[in-house]
């Protein structure tokens, strides 16, 4: 009834009891299949090409994606979602069953909607119609947690066997009666003292022997062998022999009963594992480092850098850049560089162009790092984004792998810009502060050539203590931010106006073309600065001081003296002026 009703949904035309179906068996129905394990799907071989004609919920959940999410960005055809190197040996699958009408299983790797590949398995069984038209209905499960233990018993029984051919495994024996630990000549020339321990556990206890982490394990397991039981094994931390350090050891052991079924000897082997498990240790936080890289990631691929392939990628990279799964490396730079901003597109390219990636493989680096901005098509605006590049060389082919990704760090760059900004400006008038002067001005005196020279203003508020000491801090403050505020309004966009300090602001002019030019702009400013404060409508006056920059091989305490003096000199001729440093 399942199949006929699964069918009908199809658009498959079969003859059908219709009282099966009214209005409230069809709802009862639906039910059901929505809320079968996995999902539920039918099939139909059309011209050696597989159409998916139903899927029930559990499909969509499966992936984890809504059902409109999953018809908009794959159009229901359930084997778009198939990890391209599984997808033609299910599609062969299909057609075998095609032709021999029969059944089959079969595993294969899918991405999930969160970028990751998860292992699925297919239980399609062949129905056919009475028209002749070869349908499918199959189920559709989970099957990453059995692979996954399969794999892992794999990599245990092969590092198993790495390490018993590749180091020395030792004997020992125990006796129940006398509580006596005997170790064959090479094992205690390895490892002990002595050929032999009694009064066990206690002695290898007091030895220091056993290192105090593994004490519960090892009371535990010698409390299995006198209790009798068949097999038993421990992963100790053991001192190795005329030293302090400690090292792993794995030991294993298997009693010998008498006839009454009591336990008379103990008989074990063991082995160093300390590298074994030092690389486990960094085999797991590997796998936890790429986790999260995962999880914070926008986007991340795996690529063949020699064959300019894309091994595997983050699902959402796809819908990201609209790729074709079979896109190479160069084909996802080429798309993704689109997305950076114009300014930052240079520095993408050089970075992570595919040859300039090789070549810095060649240079000795070990990876590259870049942070740009990137438009975020979902926020609609671009934001901060950092790069990395983790290179892998496959001794074994001769090839160059990389590890790609992006995280969103926008927040925290935006964070970082603003505490740098805050750092460089004057919370009082928002120009730039003295420090920040001295950075901008040392490093635009390096520019100065002949016909290209610069002049450094200095300009003194006159009188302001008593600006101060008559009127307030209130008005004081009030009559600096309308002097910075002239200032800026007085030079270029491209000339370096700040606040020195106190009553003391800065200018920088570059690029001046005739010193006439500066002689006009010291006066203007003089004049503009003799003024009444609109908002504390206090009257005031400046007296600026002027030297000109004509080589790069001045310092800034140089110039800021010249400049300084020169100011000086106004306010000697009155204030209310200006003076040029000779």
């Known amino acids: 009834i399942i199949f006929k009703y699964l069918t009908k949904n199809g658009g498959l035309e079969m003859e059908y009891q219709?009282?099966?179906?009214?209005?409230?068996?069809?709802?009862?129905?639906?039910?059901?299949?929505?809320?079968?394990?996995?999902?539920?799907?039918?099939?139909?071989?059309?011209?050696?090409?597989?159409?998916?004609?139903?899927?029930?919920?559990?499909?969509?959940?499966?992936?984890?994606?809504?059902?409109?999410?999953?018809?908009?960005?794959?159009?229901?055809?359930?084997?778009?979602?198939?990890?391209?190197?599984?997808?033609?040996?299910?599609?062969?699958?299909?057609?075998?069953?095609?032709?021999?009408?029969?059944?089959?299983?079969?595993?294969?790797?899918?991405?999930?909607?969160?970028?990751?590949?998860?292992?699925?398995?297919?239980?399609?069984?062949?129905?056919?119609t009475e028209d002749g038209r070869n349908v499918f209905v199959g189920l559709i499960t989970d099957s990453s947690k059995e692979r996954l233990l399969e794999e892992k018993s794999r990599i245990n029984e092969e590092m198993y066997h790495i390490a018993f051919n590749q180091s020395n495994v030792f004997l020992l024996e125990y006796d129940h009666r006398s509580k006596q630990v005997s170790c064959s000549s090479e094992s205690s020339a390895a490892y002990f003292d002595s050929a032999a321990f009694s009064n066990?556990?206690?002695?290898?206890?007091?030895?220091?022997?056993?290192?105090?982490?593994?004490?519960?394990?090892?009371y535990h397991f010698y409390h299995q062998i006198i209790g009798g039981v068949k097999t038993g094994e421990v992963k100790l931390k053991m001192r190795a022999l005329n030293s302090d350090k400690y090292i792993w050891i794995h030991v294993k052991f298997t009693n010998i009963f008498d006839d009454d079924n009591q336990p008379i000897k103990a008989v074990g082997v063991y082995q160093n594992i300390d590298e074994q498990v030092r690389l486990e240790s960094r085999y797991l936080q590997e796998i936890k480092y790429r986790q999260k890289l995962m999880q914070r990631s926008i986007t991340n691929l795996e690529v063949n850098l020699t064959t300019d392939e894309v091994i595997k990628a983050h699902n959402v990279t796809y819908n990201l850049l609209g790729l074709d799964e079979k896109a190479s490396y160069s084909e996802f730079i080429k798309k993704m560089v689109t997305l950076v901003a114009d300014e930052d597109k240079h520095l993408f390219l050089d970075t992570f162009g595919l040859d300039n990636v090789r070549q810095a493989y060649h240079d000795g680096k070990d990876d590259l790092r870049i942070s740009f901005l990137f438009y975020r098509p979902t926020k609609k605006r671009y934001g901060w984004v950092s790069t990395h590049m983790m290179f892998?060389?496959?001794?074994?082919?001769?090839?160059?792998?990389?590890?790609?990704?992006?995280?969103?760090?926008?927040?925290?760059?935006?964070?970082?810009?603003?505490?740098?900004?805050?750092?460089?400006?004057?919370?009082?008038?928002?120009?730039?502060?003295?420090?920040?002067?001295?950075?901008?001005?040392?490093?635009?005196?390096?520019?100065?050539?002949?016909?290209?020279?610069?002049?450094?203003?200095?300009?003194?508020?006159?009188?302001?203590?008593?600006?101060?000491?008559?009127?307030?801090?209130?008005?004081?403050?009030?009559?600096?931010?309308?002097?910075?505020?002239?200032?800026?309004?007085?030079?270029?966009?491209?000339?370096?106006?700040?606040?020195?300090?106190?009553?003391?602001?800065?200018?920088?002019?570059?690029?001046?073309?005739?010193?006439?030019?500066?002689?006009?702009?010291?006066?203007?400013?003089?004049?503009?600065?003799?003024?009444?404060?609109?908002?504390?409508?206090?009257?005031?006056?400046?007296?600026?001081?002027?030297?000109?920059?004509?080589?790069?091989?001045?310092?800034?305490?140089?110039?800021?003296?010249?400049?300084?003096?020169?100011?000086?000199?106004?306010?000697?001729?009155?204030?209310?002026?200006?003076?040029?440093?000779?």
């Open 18 to 128: 219709d009282r099966l179906f009214n209005q409230k068996n069809r709802a009862s129905m639906d039910k059901i299949i929505n809320n079968l394990p996995g999902g539920i799907i039918v099939f139909e071989m059309q011209e050696n090409k597989i159409k998916t004609l139903f899927s029930n919920d559990g499909t969509y959940q499966l992936f984890g994606y809504s059902k409109e999410a999953f018809k908009t960005v794959f159009h229901s055809d359930v084997f778009e979602i198939v990890y391209q190197p599984d997808l033609a040996p299910l599609q062969e699958e299909f057609y075998e069953a095609t032709k021999n009408r029969e059944s089959f299983e079969h595993g294969c790797r899918c991405f999930r909607n969160d970028g990751t590949l998860m292992w699925t398995y297919f239980r399609v069984n062949y129905i056919g």
């Open 200 to 218: 066990i556990p206690e002695s290898l206890i007091d030895s220091d022997l056993i290192h105090e982490r593994s004490f519960d394990d090892f």
């Open 392 to 582: 892998l060389y496959n001794e074994e082919t001769n090839q160059l792998m990389g590890f790609f990704y992006a995280n969103d760090i926008d927040d925290d760059k935006r964070k970082t810009i603003e505490l740098t900004r805050q750092a460089r400006t004057d919370a009082l008038t928002g120009l730039i502060n003295r420090r920040e002067l001295e950075r901008v001005i040392t490093s635009e005196i390096q520019l100065v050539e002949p016909g290209n020279y610069g002049a450094l203003f200095m300009i003194d508020v006159d009188n302001f203590k008593l600006v101060n000491d008559a009127n307030g801090h209130s008005a004081g403050d009030e009559t600096l931010r309308f002097v910075a505020n002239r200032l800026k309004s007085l030079f270029r966009g491209d000339d370096v106006v700040g606040r020195f300090g106190g009553d003391e602001f800065m200018v920088y002019m570059k690029e001046v073309g005739a010193k006439k030019d500066v002689i006009s702009k010291a006066k203007q400013v003089s004049e503009a600065l003799a003024t009444t404060c609109p908002g504390s409508k206090i009257d005031i006056s400046c007296s600026v001081g002027v030297t000109f920059v004509e080589t790069p091989r001045v310092i800034f305490d140089e110039i800021y003296h010249q400049a300084d003096s020169a100011a000086y000199e106004a306010k000697k001729n009155g204030k209310k002026s200006y003076h040029i440093f000779e």
